[in-house]
């Protein structure tokens, strides 16, 4: 009988104890924290109490973070709310940035995968008036890590804002937005021990997004419906272990790199993508070609280890990677790499089943 192991925690890690509780607590919350009696006091101060949480996580005041459903609506929020003016995402960017707007200008990503600087300041110079530059700090599939901070000392000297979709950086190391020079920020709780289903757009005094939601005050104005207390509770919760455990994820780079290792010993065809940038330790994403990604998936989930496909992120469907075909793949190899992504509670035992699970499955096909 297999161990179930879960080796996915780019697409959700486990909700955390002190999480849990937080949203349990707050689901006894009586009133709406839009509300001036007693109730609504008490609700309000749970909320700010959260937010004061989320924005330690990120080197920034209380009053910048705006909750939102998530990620893909703190995306959403920061490039469609720009309002007039030139938009440049990256080629690897997440869908909910780059399904966002029609008519962005994109970036190229160097074969490494990390985005191409001269490309991007070449893009800049080629127009006029306001600007907005969206690149992510970690991308979701391969675990590169964009240079932050050159790219926001760029965007600044030609008068730009940067938006940068730290979804899956900010929890797994030290992430100061200001000091790294981000006009505004992405970040989810389901990707630090958070519940689903809520996150933040971080602003800075340069941005100031028009709100999508209209029809109510909440969030100064920046996003009207009543916040979700219970989510925001737990999300606040996470935030906070997330930054008193900031090297948390430090040591999943030993698994990962014992992983390639043995991965790489046995076949060395194999391709494992961005391994010559800096990557999120937690983060592996390789493949051959010819072994299908969905079919990887199966039969590694037969041998009771979860892992994910390409971008398999929002609908379980499989297309050729739009990161990898980025990064030079040819759409046969972006449809044969899966991804591996390490989180609290695995180790070398989860490595050794994933492994073993792995070549089975390779030898057998290339035997049939
Ligand atoms: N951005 C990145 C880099 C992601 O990996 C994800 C989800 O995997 C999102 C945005 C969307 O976040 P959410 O699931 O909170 O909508």
């Not at 469609?80 to 780059?98: K, T, W």
């Not at 920020?185 to 519940?195: D, F, N, R, T, V």
């Not at 194999?270 to 800096?278: M, T």
């Not at 039969?299 to 990064?327: E, F, I, N, Q, Y």
């Amino acid at each position: 009988m297999n161990r179930a192991v879960y080796l996915d925690h780019n697409a959700s890690t486990p909700v955390r104890r002190e999480a849990a509780h937080a949203v349990a607590e707050a689901l006894e919350i009586v009133g709406n924290a839009s509300s001036v009696h007693g109730y609504g006091r008490n609700a309000r101060h749970r909320l700010e109490l959260a937010r004061t949480a989320v924005a330690d996580l990120v080197g920034i005041s209380a009053e910048n973070v705006v909750f939102t459903s998530g990620g893909t609506e703190a995306n959403n929020l920061a490039l469609r709310g720009f309002g007039q003016g030139r938009v440049i995402v990256s080629a690897g960017e997440h869908s909910s940035v780059l399904d966002s707007l029609s008519g962005v200008k994109t970036v190229p990503l160097l074969g490494s995968g990390v985005v191409d600087l001269d490309a991007l300041e070449s893009l800049l110079m080629a127009g006029e008036g306001p600007v907005l530059v969206s690149v992510m700090a970690a991308n979701n599939e391969t675990g590169v890590r964009q240079p932050v901070d050159k790219i926001a000392e760029l965007v600044h000297a030609h008068g730009g804002l940067y938006h940068c979709d730290a979804v899956q950086a900010v929890g797994k190391g030290a992430f100061d937005m200001m000091a790294l020079g981000v006009d505004l920020l992405s970040i989810s709780a389901h990707k630090i021990g958070g519940p689903q289903g809520v996150g933040a757009l971080v602003v800075s005094s340069r941005s100031e997004p028009s709100a999508l939601l209209r029809g109510g005050g909440q969030e100064r104005s920046r996003r009207a419906g009543t916040e979700n207390l219970p989510g925001i509770a737990g999300f606040g919760a996470a935030a906070s272990l997330a930054r008193r455990e900031l090297d948390r994820y430090g040591g999943f780079a030993a698994l990962r790199d014992a992983l390639e290792a043995r991965l790489r010993a046995a076949i060395p065809e194999l391709r494992i993508y961005g391994a010559e940038a800096p990557r999120l330790p937690n983060t592996s994403c390789f493949g051959v070609a010819g072994l299908k990604a969905e079919i990887q998936v199966m039969a590694l989930d037969l041998a009771g280890v979860a892992v994910s496909a390409g971008s398999a992120c929002s609908s379980g469907k499989v297309r050729p990677s739009h990161v990898l075909t980025a990064m030079g793949a040819s759409p046969v190899e972006a449809a044969c790499a899966i991804r591996v992504s390490f989180g609290p509670g695995n180790n070398e035992e989860d490595v050794e089943q994933l492994t073993e699970a792995w070549l089975d499955h390779y030898r057998r096909a290339v035997a049939a």
